[in-house]
């Protein structure tokens, strides 16, 4: 007789828009469910834990605080889905709680990105690994099948032809964020930079990592970028988004960058240079 797998109990904080990407996702998680859901407006937490309830991904529950959810003892992880701007606070929440004794936690995940800088980032960290945490960044695009099976088709057969990969480029685009607050650059860390090209770059350095080996393996050494307001400063989409924000967001005075482009050296150990370069866009009409 096989012993049962245990299950991980996992608290989701935001009921939104990214949240609900995960709870959709969850059907294909394995040894996880989802058991509870936080978010500063109660209905849209009550949603959330519908959703998952409906889904079959767990009987999730709402939560009054981040910390009452962190101190139930089904909850073994949690989810940080709130908002960029709010992410430092949840992270701090969190940490006391279990530093104080109130939560028994596993470990900690975090939606991109980890903060609106580097600073941010850097606390992000401190603050789990303070609280003894396992600490996880929610990146999906190498997990995805095609780029998983690409990058095993590029080292098996074009590899053994051509030798190993130097050059990996990366591209992503749509038409902008979906809620007046992502177009603000101070909540938001800035524009689609910060937003997409996480993605563009880590799926492209992950091209060039050799299979099984540690991400250590590449050393980034320099890099460039380039960014600039291309659609979106334009009057008749700049009034198109002060509409939808109730005049809220004004891109003719406060824009962010809705193009962004990237070079990034790195070197392997050898001291060979690879090279990933990317673009990533809100300007898809």
């Known amino acids: 007789m096989t012993k049962k797998a245990q299950v991980l109990g996992v608290g989701i904080i935001g009921g939104g828009f990214i949240a609900r990407f995960h709870i959709k996702s969850w059907v294909g998680v394995r040894d996880a469910d989802i058991l509870g859901v936080f978010d500063p407006d109660a209905k849209r937490a009550r949603e959330a834990c519908a959703l998952a309830k409906s889904l079959n991904v767990g009987e999730a529950r709402p939560y009054g605080s981040i910390t009452d959810m962190a101190a139930d003892p089904r909850i073994g992880a949690l989810w940080i889905c709130a908002p ?50 396992l600490d996880g960044y929610l990146e999906n695009q190498v997990f995805s099948p095609a780029v998983v099976r690409g990058k095993e088709i590029v080292w098996a057969r074009g590899a053994a032809l051509s030798g190993p990969p130097y050059l990996a480029r990366a591209a992503e685009e749509h038409s902008g964020p979906h809620m007046p607050w992502f177009w603000e650059g101070t909540l938001q860390g ?81 001291g060979k240079i690879v090279v990933v370069e990317t673009t990533t866009s809100w300007c898809y009409v």
């Open 190 to 270: 800035g524009g689609v930079l910060n937003d997409m090209m996480c993605h563009s770059v880590e799926e492209a350095r992950f091209m060039l990592t050799p299979p099984g080996a540690p991400r250590d393996v590449l050393t980034p050494v320099s890099v460039t970028a380039y960014t600039n307001c291309l659609k979106w400063q334009e009057p008749k989409y700049a009034a198109i988004l002060a509409k939808r924000s109730g005049g809220k967001t004004d891109y003719l005075k406060r824009p962010s960058e809705d193009f962004a482009r990237s070079l990034v050296e790195f070197k392997d150990r050898s």
């Open 84 to 133: 960029n701007y709010t992410r430092g606070a949840v992270m701090e929440e969190i940490s006391h709680a279990v530093i104080k004794g109130k939560a028994e936690l596993v470990g900690v995940a975090c939606e991109k990105p980890l903060g609106r800088n580097v600073r941010e980032a850097k606390k992000m960290l401190a603050l789990a690994r303070k609280a003894g945490l």
